[in-house]
């Protein structure tokens, strides 16, 4: 109920009031203390579970797991549910008026308080991009949320008019990045604060989604209702052309500030966190609840800020089994739940289908993406627990040490793998090869309980001790929500869509052509430091094979393979579909086992192809029904304000 919040959370119910006023913005004080409330409430979506599956749910990426709900459900488009506007689509409207009017309320009175431009920059920085987010996500939102356009508001207002698509977007993200990118520094006024090259990121990026509206290549309706006419005379080429130049100014002109990790395992290994490839995180710390926003030691998940996102993409491998003797099969839990990276608290949400293994991360062997994205070695870890005994038995009652794998996902499907063996059970349903002592699953039997989990995203703590420490809890990681590898693949997608290109010099020098730029990504994507399969280092450099193996023409869809590889499971695929138009064409079919979630399925590797009925309308998520209840109006007029696919 976004135009009820007002300043940060507090929600107006019978009596109206605010927590932020005009009078104490024009504050020092008040305006530090806006801003800040700007950064911490963006963990109310980055790292919610619920905001990251309306964002993976119904892709290419993503499917229902067995223990979604209708959070998930709902947003398949697989016929296990009905989209509408209850599901879980409105995480993003509920937290991000709130922001915009707080961001509003700086912007509008912070002059006087005497800070610099570059303070009041920042707002404008988040005004706009929680106002491209909820473009992209809903249509046309409004710019006036009681007080008049972009004015803060501090009164309950009831009423709400849905401008256009183009106002939004020449009113308010435009205006608000471009004095953003003027006026912020190159170097974050704190950790993690925003700059330059952030606000080049989210300005060629809106560059780039503005002119695929503008085109429109598959028909694709809007809502409100509008002509795809740019107010300012410019056609999509015009933006395309906007957004590289924005985008290769970005790279160019970062600095020591903002560069690419060594390698994609730099990026997103946890002891490594806040480096600087980040350039915009969502943050919390494991020294106090208060301050992480969640709890450290149990937490339920929900509309919180907890960063609970990495549990949607875990499958329950504490149920993995391995026996206590050599003679009979005597069961104990030999994987343990344990807050490490590659673990953590297991909801099963949302399982990857098929087409991810076999065709996204087909080459596992140059390119390190796969390695650094899943967690596809499950290695006994039974002595942190309960299990005291040093040894185990598990696949051919093999003896197995802690440490030792214990289910393994192979790269490839391999012939012999007997998945009706009954006397070593695993209960996971894995299957057995002769001579290994782990368990195997192929890629065809991937199935909706038991996959790779998101090895990105897992949690990691300093204070677990020599035991399984707080996996049930918060993690206690920063979530990235922006990173400066993305200002290539914005590039390369506007160079594909006809902007005339140029050299990149510098640091990341190449011939700023879409396949050059591509490669800049490629070519890191084949270093390797460290393997987390074989968990190991691996010092190996495949950059020229994966150069050679890039096609001579950059398509849009080869873009967005490589956006896959390099983003998978981050809450980017949605957008990316909808920007470009592909989701229809690239979501539309997928193969995975296991159509249910009864107890059959956990011996069924039976790969089954599923059919989404993906309508244009769907296009645009559903506005929340909490926003249509609490406004005043006929029922017609709020039939009117909904976006027609959920009228």
């Known amino acids: 109920m976004g135009f009820f919040l007002m300043g940060c959370t507090d929600i107006l119910t019978e009596t109206p009031r605010a927590t932020f006023t005009p009078e104490y913005f024009q504050t020092k004080a008040g305006v530090t203390g806006g801003i800040t409330s700007l950064y911490a409430d963006m963990r109310y979506m980055f790292g919610n579970g619920y905001f990251l599956g309306a964002n993976q749910a119904g892709t290419d990426e993503s499917t229902w797991g067995q223990n979604s709900d209708g959070n998930v459900l709902n947003i398949d488009f697989s016929g296990v549910g009905t989209i509408n506007s209850d599901a879980q689509t409105g995480v993003l409207w509920s937290a991000a008026f709130s922001n915009i009017n707080t961001a509003s309320g700086v912007i509008e009175y912070g002059a006087a308080a005497g800070v610099s431009d570059a303070l009041v920059a920042e707002a404008r920085f988040f005004r706009a991009f929680d106002y491209f987010l909820l473009v992209q996500t809903y249509g046309g939102v409004p710019l006036d949320l009681g007080a008049g356009i972009l004015k803060f508001n501090t009164s309950t207002s009831r009423t709400s008019v849905r401008d256009s698509v183009t106002t939004v977007y020449t009113k308010a993200i435009f205006p608000d990045l471009l004095l953003a990118v003027n006026n912020l520094p190159d170097a974050g006024r704190v950790t993690g604060g925003v700059t330059k090259t952030a606000a080049r990121l989210f300005l060629a990026k809106a560059y780039l989604t503005y002119g695929w509206w503008l085109e429109n290549p598959n028909n694709i309706p809007t809502y409100p209702i509008c002509d ?19 985008a290769t100014a970005g790279i160019t002109n970062a600095g020591t500030n903002f560069g690419l990790q060594a390698t994609f395992y730099d990026v997103n290994v946890a002891t490594n966190d806040r480096n600087n490839e980040i350039v915009l995180y969502a943050d919390h710390t494991q020294t106090s609840d208060t301050y992480n926003g969640g709890s450290l030691s149990y937490s339920t998940g929900g509309f919180s800020t907890d960063n609970f996102a990495s549990w949607f993409e875990q499958f329950s491998y504490p149920t993995i089994t391995s026996s206590k003797t050599n003679t009979a099969w005597n069961g104990g839990n030999s994987v343990q739940r344990e807050a490490a990276q590659w673990g953590g608290r297991p909801w099963t949400m949302l399982a990857p289908p098929h087409g991810v293994f076999k065709n996204t991360f087909a080459d596992k062997s140059n390119d390190s993406r796969y390695d650094g994205t899943f967690t596809t070695v499950y290695r006994g870890n039974w002595t942190k627990g309960t299990i005291s005994q040093t040894t185990m038995y598990n696949a051919n009652y093999l003896p197995v040490a802690v440490g030792d794998p214990i289910v393994s996902f192979l790269s490839k499907d391999t012939t012999g793998v007997d998945y009706s063996n009954t006397t070593y059970n695993s209960t996971i349903g894995a299957g057995v090869l002769p001579t290994r002592a782990d368990f195997v699953i192929e890629p065809s039997a991937i199935s909706r309980i038991c996959y790779p989990g998101n090895w990105k995203l897992g949690p990691y703590r300093t204070d677990n001790g020599t ?7 918060s993690s206690t990681r920063p979530f990235s929500v922006a990173k400066f ?4 693949f914005i590039a390369a997608e506007a160079a594909v869509k006809g902007a005339n290109t140029t050299a990149v010099t510098g640091t990341y020098a190449n011939d700023g052509t879409a396949k050059g730029l591509i490669n800049v990504i490629r070519a890191r994507a084949g270093k390797w430091r460290f393997s987390n399969a074989e968990n190991v280092t691996k010092v190996q450099d495949h950059s020229a094979a994966m150069i050679a193996a890039t096609p001579s023409t950059i398509d849009i869809n080869y873009i967005l393979a490589e956006r896959s590889r390099e983003y998978f499971g981050e809450g980017y695929r949605w957008l990316d579909l909808v920007r470009t138009q592909k989701l229809i064409e690239l979501s539309s ?22 059919t989404r009925t993906i309508l244009p309308g769907y296009y645009l998520r559903p506005i929340p029904t909490s926003q249509l ?5 006929t029922a017609a007029e709020k039939k009117a304000y909904q976006n027609p696919a959920y009228q």
């Open 467 to 473: 035991g399984l420490g707080s996996p049930n809890g």
């Open 589 to 610: 079919s997928f193969v995975i086992c296991g159509n249910t979630t009864t107890k059959s399925i956990w011996k069924s590797h039976v790969p089954e192809t599923f």
């Open 228 to 246: 795809r006419t740019d107010p300012d005379g410019h056609n999509a080429a015009w933006y395309y052309q906007a957004a590289y130049d924005m």
């Open 629 to 633: 209840d609490g406004m005043d109006g």
């Open 485 to 488: 590898s993305e200002l290539f």
